[in-house]
């Protein structure tokens, strides 16, 4: 079954990636109508996320953010298939990192980084960051339970030369790395939720107090690498630029969660400014209710 569907679907990402972009983003106003005022797809997740973080804002502001967000979603969603065919000049031109001396001097510390991201504006073409780094990228990722839609990410990492770890093998493969001499910039997307089994850190996120997913802490820690955030913004449709901002140039150094809580006021800060921009369909914030586990730390 998982084969049949990939077949059917495949052709037809195909098609709608090697479309020109005028046409790419006229696609994605078509869809924006279907999603919001038809199928109207977690439209009630998404006010319920925007009202209980934005409780100073009337409901027209929500509203006003909720559409903006919905046709960035749409966006995001036809560049996501664009990236089965884009090429290099492309990507380059339209996802650009703004500080690239600064992320050099970094690499050249010959000491590997791990990248801190948020689902924030694009993190679909963060792959292009390969195309300018000195140093080997490589994607910190939750594998697709379709395993050919997975094999489709591989793939389209391979075109620039991008690797990819599921996250479950990412300590390991991160070591090994380690002691072949291997200097890489890992990035990964660290604002989940995670299960409430595993939650053992809890902290205020867009003045919510909910589990904090500990990944990345961990790896920056246990590994001491060299923590940074991916800054992304969205400067016109189809344009991004990254600005890589330090966190901590030798994290096991640093205070316990404090590279955790540096990301998570990085992001904030980017989601208060530009809210449209965030990915409101998540339930970021289920667990706000629940019973915090006698064993957890609560900042």
């Given at each position: 079954?998982?084969?049949?569907?990939?077949?059917?679907?495949y052709p037809i990402l195909w098609c709608i990636s090697k479309l020109p972009f005028f046409l790419l983003y006229f696609l994605s106003d078509l869809l924006y109508y279907i999603v919001y005022?038809?199928?109207?797809?977690?439209?009630?997740?998404?006010?319920?996320?925007?009202?209980?973080?934005?409780?100073?804002?009337?409901?027209?502001?929500?509203?006003?953010?909720?559409?903006?967000?919905?046709?960035?979603?749409?966006?995001?969603?036809?560049?996501?298939?664009?990236?089965?065919?884009?090429?290099?000049?492309?990507?380059?031109?339209?996802?650009?990192?703004?500080?690239?001396?600064?992320?050099?001097?970094?690499?050249?510390?010959?000491?590997?980084?791990?990248?801190?991201?948020?689902?924030?504006?694009?993190?679909?073409?963060?792959?292009?960051?390969?195309?300018?780094?000195?140093?080997?990228?490589?994607?910190?990722?939750?594998?697709?339970?379709?395993?050919?839609?997975?094999?489709?990410?591989?793939?389209?990492?391979?075109?620039?030369?991008?690797?990819?770890?599921?996250?479950?093998?990412?300590?390991?493969?991160?070591?090994?790395?380690?002691?072949?001499?291997?200097?890489?910039?890992?990035?990964?997307?660290?604002?989940?939720?995670?299960?409430?089994?595993?939650?053992?850190?809890?902290?205020?996120?867009?003045?919510?107090?909910?589990?904090?997913?500990?990944?990345?802490?961990?790896?920056?820690?246990?590994?001491?690498?060299?923590?940074?955030?991916?800054?992304?913004?969205?400067?016109?449709?189809?344009?991004?630029?990254?600005?890589?901002?330090?966190?901590?140039?030798?994290?096991?150094?640093?205070?316990?969660?404090?590279?955790?809580?540096?990301?998570?006021?990085?992001?904030?800060?980017?989601?208060?400014?530009?809210?449209?921009?965030?990915?409101?369909?998540?339930?970021?914030?289920?667990?706000?209710?629940?019973?915090?586990?006698?064993?957890?730390?609560?900042?």
């Amino acid at each position: 079954m998982q084969l049949l569907v990939y077949r059917i679907a495949y052709p037809i990402l195909w098609c709608i990636s090697k479309l020109p972009f005028f046409l790419l983003y006229f696609l994605s106003d078509l869809l924006y109508y279907i999603v919001y005022y038809v199928i109207r797809y977690r439209r009630t997740t998404v006010t319920d996320n925007l009202t209980l973080v934005f409780p100073e804002k009337s409901k027209n502001e929500i509203k006003e953010i909720r559409k903006k967000f919905y046709r960035h979603l749409c966006d995001m969603f036809l560049e996501m298939i664009k990236s089965l065919s884009i090429t290099r000049k492309e990507i380059l031109e339209r996802y650009k990192v703004v500080n690239l001396d600064e992320f050099h001097k970094m690499e050249k510390r010959g000491k590997s980084t791990i990248g801190f991201m948020g689902h924030y504006a694009s993190y679909e073409w963060s792959n292009a960051i390969d195309l300018v780094s000195l140093n080997p990228c490589v994607g910190i990722y939750k594998q697709v339970k379709n395993k050919y839609f997975d094999q489709l990410a591989h793939r389209i990492r391979a075109r620039f030369d991008s690797r990819l770890i599921a996250s479950h093998k990412v300590l390991k493969q991160i070591i090994r790395d380690k002691q072949q001499g291997e200097v890489c910039t890992y990035g990964m997307i660290s604002d989940q939720s995670p299960k409430i089994g595993n939650a053992k850190f809890w902290t205020n996120f867009m003045g919510i107090k909910v589990p904090i997913f500990l990944g990345g802490e961990v790896l920056a820690t246990k590994l001491n690498l060299t923590s940074i955030y991916m800054h992304v913004e969205k400067v016109k449709r189809g344009h991004y630029e990254v600005r890589v901002i330090p966190i901590a140039e030798n994290s096991g150094e640093m205070d316990q969660f404090y590279v955790v809580k540096e990301y998570l006021r990085l992001l904030e800060h980017q989601i208060r400014t530009k809210p449209e921009f965030y990915l409101w369909t998540h339930k970021r914030w289920k667990h706000r209710n629940a019973t915090i586990p006698t064993d957890a730390v609560v900042h």
